[in-house]
């Protein structure tokens, strides 16, 4: 299978990316589950290695299995292809993920500094605070594993010192939560520099937190 429909839309978020500038260069990354016939088969869409998106191609996503192997040609994965398959492992939830190094969400990052809820939808939409992993290195099963630990149930994490990741059910909702972690970084940027940003009332994150995981098929983790 050529799977030409992932393919296009994979390529078509990231060149979105990369004029909203969430992504340069050839930095940042996306990746999708793809359908299969048989459950066992696990395979992924995901973006080249090192490829500019002034030229970068349908052809150049790279199909891989879970253990990262192409298995339709012979492309090099994103170097963070760790850190999806991390995520898709612990996330059954997920059939997609998108890594940016936007400005602001990085700007928290390289503080270390979580996002905490001064924004209604961050919680209905990504779940509530976005939280910073610690830090990992580059590509290193550490930052897979740092990273997916601070995204827990939620949509969004930060990874220190690096940037940050989306996660959702379908590619077009986790391009609109990576959008929406930037927006609500900026705005918590500003309102931190201009005397401060007050969280929205804890009764009001407990319900819109409800609402997240109604809307996500989750449920509330009791541990």
Do not use: C
């Amino acid at each position: 299978m050529s799977w030409a429909n992932e393919r296009q839309q994979l390529l078509d978020a990231m060149l979105r990316l990369d004029r909203l500038g969430m992504v340069s260069g050839s930095s940042g990354n996306a990746s999708v589950r793809l359908p299969t016939e048989d459950a066992r088969d696990r395979l992924y869409l995901i973006t080249p290695a090192g490829i500019t998106y002034e030229k970068i191609g349908v052809d150049d996503m790279v199909v891989v299995n879970h253990e990262l192997e192409p298995v339709d040609s012979d492309g090099i994965p994103s170097s963070e292809s760790l850190l999806h398959i991390a995520a898709y492992d612990a996330r059954p939830d997920i059939s997609a993920v998108i890594h940016t190094h936007s400005i602001y969400a990085s700007t928290q990052a390289a503080k270390a500094e979580s996002i905490p809820p001064v924004i209604d939808e961050m919680v209905v939409y990504i779940g509530g605070q976005i939280d910073v992993s610690e830090y990992g290195f580059p590509g290193s099963p550490e930052l897979a594993e740092n990273t997916v630990r601070a995204l827990g149930d939620k949509r969004a994490a930060l990874i220190r010192n690096h940037g940050m990741v989306a996660v959702g059910p379908d590619l077009n909702e986790t391009m609109r939560v990576a959008e929406l972690v930037e927006r609500v970084a900026m705005i918590y940027v500003h309102a931190t520099l201009s005397g401060g940003a007050v969280r929205i009332p804890d009764d009001a994150i407990a319900a819109e937190r409800g609402m997240y995981l109604m809307r996500s098929g989750l449920r509330e983790n009791q541990d």
